[in-house]
């Protein structure tokens, strides 16, 4: 095949969420399209969040996306808790992080037991994964019901969140729920050992791209919520100035919005983290990453899966010692802190499972007047086209079904939330 | 045992959260893949199977073009079922119905908005028949399996006709209306086990309208407890904008 000529055209990429295509034009050995389609329904949610009370903000806002419900929700209520000067108390704070991680260790078994470890096993699915490996399979249900079951407890479920409210909580596990909770985590201990073993074993793509990786960052920890926004070519920029690094625009073949930074585009998710962040990673994290041969920084896209397995070790032993804390002062039932005033505007950030998020909204007299809200899978699109167009160059001598099967694991190593991002992705090789 | 029955998931205008909470059901009940054949669940799966007796449908429709895909699969599934309050009431999606279409475009896309369609988000039951509903926001992983058995022995699934007062009361909540909040329980319909309420947040409605629902009298209460004009209207359209406007229009019969 010296000079092929060849489409590539998935329509609907699977094992993601969201309807994206994937859409690749070869002619005569050139690359003459490379496109990631956006061909979710454009979702309208901040002319939504327009004119309703504040209040209602977080619920609206969650339903962007099933799988990270929480994570909407709690940038969301920072959002609004900046606009309106109110300070969280300790507990709050620490609760929501603990339930932040039953979301993360939620999404992140998910992404790579049922959606990437079928293609590194040969299998299509997690169907026929249950089938030929049912230790594995029960093994993810059991990490995801004991994820689950941290955010029930706190929230009442993990889609969408009830509990969790401006200012604070309107409920509380009690000391018994949160202690059984930590035992249980301490138990699945050697579920997180298996999962690092059989990640060890897996075999990703070796290809390399260099790009820019942003998250939040803390000093003092491993950051998810809060922060400052912090780039692997250099800058740090305050969550107040989100526009000056994501500088949206649009092109006709996505209903998504793109992202770019101070290159062509970015990338976000558990690698940038890892990336920018691998210092603040729990000792056992640190461990895991070294056994699973990632080290910053890895500039391999397949490996962000790679970084969610070493971010599960690491919210699991986190969780722990939130748990821990929280058990040893004893929870107190408290209202929520009222806000001061009832108008201004304020910016949330969090790190979702699929990269940081940021909620912007304007309230005047309780009621949100402006908003904004800018989602992971958003930022990394333009990065994603940007690995596709440098990969398929490389491998244009593998036949067509390899190379879609390059592409779509390349796409789904974004873990891709595209009704997130307005619901995202279908590969088409055309 | 014949052959196991046929199912497949789609999804339209949604956060696929039901589909999402239909994959944590198989955590406490696995049972059920031993119970169906899934041939078609894009999330999870890269099977696409086009043969199917039962489709579980999540998602609102809120372009012309999705109406022929929800089309077709009304023709080729036997029974078709809406999945959660997108699917069965429109959701949280009709939100914008009340707005002009225009001018929500153009608040998201700028003078782009013409490169997207859309039109005001509608149920499935708007643009095809619908045999039976799972609702919520999410669904209820208990509901989903109590359907999906009903369906598979033959029988109309049954959903409670009164409202989640009477669960809150089985629950021994303290009703959110001492606790100075408000709540939608009078009139929306039973069946999530009155799970805000014992989280401590009223009632949203997202389960839809409770057969002849005594609206003015609910609105009374919102407003001796406090409530405006403008936030009756904002409770009681957040996820009953659909079921509301039809009722405004004079259209439920």
Not at chain 1, 36 to 57: C, Q
Not at chain 2, 124 to 152: K, M, N, Y
């Amino acid at each position: 095949m010296a000079n092929p000529s060849f489409r590539v055209d998935v329509h609907h990429v699977t094992r993601v969420e969201g309807h994206g295509n994937i859409v690749v034009d070869v002619q005569n050995g050139e690359l003459k399209q490379c496109d990631l389609e956006i061909v979710e329904t454009p979702r309208f949610f901040e002319a939504m969040l327009k004119g309703r009370p504040y209040g209602e903000a977080s619920h609206i806002s969650s339903r962007i996306c099933g799988i990270c419900a929480v994570g909407h929700a709690t940038a969301s209520l920072r959002a609004t808790e900046k606009a309106l000067g109110v300070e969280p108390s300790e507990q709050t704070v620490l609760l929501r992080k603990l339930n932040f991680h039953g979301e993360m260790l939620d999404s992140h078994i998910l992404h790579a037991y049922m959606l990437v470890a079928p293609d590194c096993l040969g299998v299509g699915s997690v169907i026929p994964l249950a089938k030929a490996a049912p230790d594995v399979v029960m093994r993810a249900l059991r990490m995801k019901k004991l994820s689950g079951d941290l955010c029930a407890a706190i929230c009442g479920r993990h889609t969408h969140p009830i509990a969790m409210t401006v200012g604070g909580f309107t409920h509380f596990p009690t000391t018994a729920q949160l202690q059984e909770l930590r035992d249980r985590l301490v138990a699945m201990r050697s579920d997180v050992d298996a999962t690092v073993e059989l990640f060890q074993k897996l075999k990703l793509p070796a290809f390399e791209r260099e790009t820019e990786y942003i998250a939040l960052h803390k000093d003092d920890e491993y950051c998810f919520i809060d922060g400052k926004l912090v780039s692997t070519d250099g800058g740090e920029w305050p969550i107040e100035k989100y526009r000056l690094v994501t500088n949206e625009f649009l092109v006709p073949h996505s209903t998504a919005k793109r992202t770019k930074n101070q290159r062509q585009s970015y990338m976000v998710g558990a690698l940038a983290r890892f990336n920018v962040n691998h210092a603040q990673l729990h000792p056992r994290a640190k461990e895991a990453a070294r056994a699973l041969n990632l080290a910053p920084k890895a500039v391999n896209p397949y490996l962000n899966t790679v970084a969610q397995v070493v971010e599960i070790v690491h919210c699991v032993e986190d969780a722990i010692e939130l748990a821990d804390r929280l058990i040893k002062t004893g929870l107190t039932w408290r209202a929520p802190v009222q806000p001061p005033k009832l108008s201004g505007e304020g910016t949330g950030a969090c790190e979702v499972p699929r990269g940081t998020l940021f909620h912007n909204y304007v309230i005047q007299d309780g009621w949100i007047s402006g908003a904004n809200c800018i989602i992971p899978t958003g930022q990394n699109l333009a990065n994603i086209e940007a690995d596709m167009r440098s990969l398929v160059p490389t491998i244009l001598d593998k036949g067509q079904s390899e190379i879609t099967l390059a592409l779509e694991m390349l796409v789904r190593a974004y873990d891709p939330c595209i009704s997130c991002s307005t619901h995202l992705l279908e590969v088409r090789f055309e | 045992m014949g052959a196991r029955p046929k199912v497949a998931f789609f999804e339209f205008t949604s956060c696929e959260g039901c589909q999402l909470t239909v994959v944590d059901s198989l955590q406490t009940h696995p049972e059920l893949l031993d119970a169906v054949e899934i041939v078609r669940f894009r999330e999870a799966m890269s099977e696409k199977g086009d043969d199917y007796l039962i489709a579980f449908v999540e998602g609102s429709i809120s372009r012309a073009s999705d109406e022929a895909q929800l089309k077709q699969i009304r023709e080729r599934a036997a029974l078709v079922v809406a999945l959660g309050t997108c699917a069965h009431l429109g959701g949280i999606n009709t939100i914008r119905n009340r707005q002009e279409l225009q001018s929500v475009r153009r608040y998201v896309y700028g003078d782009k908005a013409d490169w997207y369609e859309t039109y005001p988000a509608r149920p499935l039951s708007a643009v095809v028949p619908i045999d039976a509903v799972i609702p919520g926001c999410p669904i209820d992983r208990g509901e989903f399996v109590a359907v999906v058995t009903a369906l598979l022995q033959g029988r109309k699934p049954w959903l409670p006709d009164y409202p989640v007062c009477v669960e809150c009361k089985l629950k021994e909540n303290v009703c959110v209306y001492q606790r100075k909040q408000t709540c939608l329980g009078p009139i929306t319909r039973a069946g999530c086990d009155a799970i805000c309420p014992t989280y401590g947040d009223g009632c949203e409605g997202c389960r839809g309208l409770i057969p002849n629902p005594n609206l003015s009298s609910m609105k009374n209460v919102l407003a001796e407890h406090g409530m405006t004009a403008d936030e009756t209207l904002a409770k009681t359209t957040l996820f009953l904008t659909y079921q509301m406007m039809e009722l405004e229009a004079g259209t439920d019969g």
